[in-house]
């Protein structure tokens, strides 16, 4: 994997609110493929993604991320709520030059979608709302796609097409993929991380 592209660099990388610090000094290089982020309950995953995505800024370090779109969608978002499922992924398709549609085809049929795309969001239950945003990550083409705890709430059936899923990623030469997780999942044991990230328990 050393060949492939660098598309993430971390160097001294903090982020803190007023009252506390959750993150101090990472370093790292994230290249195409999968990566993981490993770590306990307040260990800071999902605000290193959020420093990832753009949506927070770091308050020590730097952080170099790729040009153009990043996914990070946290399909907790009670903005969703009153939004039509088909009518999201089609807002994703729009929002991201490189979507394909293959992908979504396959993800839909996989994880038991059709009788739910006509649905508001608050319709769905969580393991739903999590698939219809994994659909989206594979398909938009996105040079940095994060996930958060993506297995959470998936049945049986949907673990074992999201590992495929991400099986793939791990492959990948040009995008890169960050999956935040407490442990790897049991399903990518044997799945080789281009880096990982290990914030402690």
Same mark, same amino acid.
């Given at each position: 994997?050393? !060949?492939?592209?660098? /598309? ?9 609110? $007023? !009252?506390?610090?959750?993150? *101090?000094?990472?370093?790292?290089? /994230? ?8 770590? %306990?309950?307040? *260990? ?32 907790? !978002? ?27 085809? =396959?993800? #839909? ?8 795309? !006509? ?9 739903? *709302? ?23 709430? /998936?049945?049986?059936?949907?673990? *074992? ?5 991400? =099986? ?16 790897? $999942? ?5 799945? $080789?991380?281009?880096?990982? #990230?290990?914030? %402690?328990?």
């Amino acid at each position: 994997m050393s !060949d492939r592209p660098v /598309l993430v660099r971390a160097q001294g990388l903090g982020f803190a609110y $007023p !009252d506390h610090e959750v993150l *101090r000094g990472l370093a790292f290089a /994230l290249p195409a493929g999968l990566s993981f982020v490993r770590g %306990g309950d307040g *260990r800071g995953k999902t605000t290193l993604l959020s420093l990832l995505a753009g949506a927070l800024q770091p308050t020590a370090g730097t952080l170099q991320r790729p040009a153009g779109a990043v996914f990070h969608a946290p399909m907790s !978002d009670a903005a969703l709520d009153g939004v039509v499922a088909r009518a999201w992924l089609q807002q994703c398709r729009d929002r991201y030059p490189d979507w394909q549609d293959a992908p979504v085809a =396959e993800l #839909v049929d996989a994880f038991s979608l059709p009788p739910h795309l !006509d649905k508001t969001f608050h319709m769905l239950s969580t393991g739903s *709302r999590r698939k219809v945003g994994l659909v989206a990550a594979m398909a938009c083409g996105a040079p940095l796609t994060l996930l958060d705890t993506p297995f959470s709430g /998936l049945d049986a059936p949907s673990r *074992r097409a999201l590992a495929r899923m991400l =099986e793939r990623a791990a492959d990948d030469g040009t995008r890169a993929w960050v999956l935040a997780d407490y442990e790897v $999942p049991d399903e990518l044991v044997a799945v $080789p991380f281009a880096c990982v #990230v290990d914030l %402690g328990d």
